[in-house]
Nanobody, 119 residues
Framework: QVQLVESGGGLVQPGGSLRLSCAASGSIFSINVMGWYRQAPGKQRELVAA???????NYADSVKGRFTISRDNAKNTVYLQMGSLKPEDTAVYYCNAGRVVGAARDDYWGQGTQVTVSS
C-alpha cells in the first residue's frame, strides 16, 4: 500500500501562487508515475500534471506555462507549484501515485486539498 498526504491548499486571489505538497509513504519503491489531478464541482476529475520516475512531465493544456510539477526524492515528496492562478483553477486537488506494469496500473490517491481562487 501507498499512503499520500497532501498539503498547501487554500484561498488565493486571482494572479496569485500556491504550492501543493504530497508526501508519499509505504510501498513506494515500485511507483513509477506521480501526478496531480483536480475535480471542480459538477465536473470530472482531470489530470493536471504528471511526473514519471524517468523525469518526463505531462501537463494539461490549461495549466501549461503556469504550473510546475517537481519532486524531492530524499523526502518522497512531490510538489505542484501553481502560478498566475485563475478562478477556473478552483477545485479539489488530488495527489496520485501510479504503479504501471505493462498494461496494468494500480492507483493510489490522497485525500484531496481544496484550492479556491477568488477575490
Amino acid at each position: 500500500q501507498v499512503q499520500l498526504v497532501e498539503s498547501g491548499g487554500g484561498l488565493v486571489q486571482p494572479g496569485g501562487s500556491l504550492r501543493l505538497s504530497c508526501a508519499a509513504s509505504g510501498s513506494i519503491f515500485s511507483i513509477n508515475v506521480m501526478g496531480w489531478y483536480r475535480q471542480a464541482p459538477g465536473k470530472q476529475r482531470e489530470l493536471v500534471a504528471a511526473l514519471t520516475s524517468g523525469g518526463s512531465t505531462n501537463y494539461a493544456d490549461s495549466v501549461k506555462g503556469r504550473f510546475t510539477i517537481s519532486r524531492d526524492n530524499a523526502k518522497n515528496t512531490v510538489y505542484l507549484q501553481m502560478g498566475s492562478l485563475k478562478p477556473e483553477d478552483t477545485a479539489v486537488y488530488y495527489c496520485n501515485a501510479g504503479r504501471v506494469v505493462g498494461a496494468a496500473r494500480d492507483d493510489y490517491w490522497g485525500q484531496g486539498t481544496q484550492v479556491t481562487v477568488s477575490s
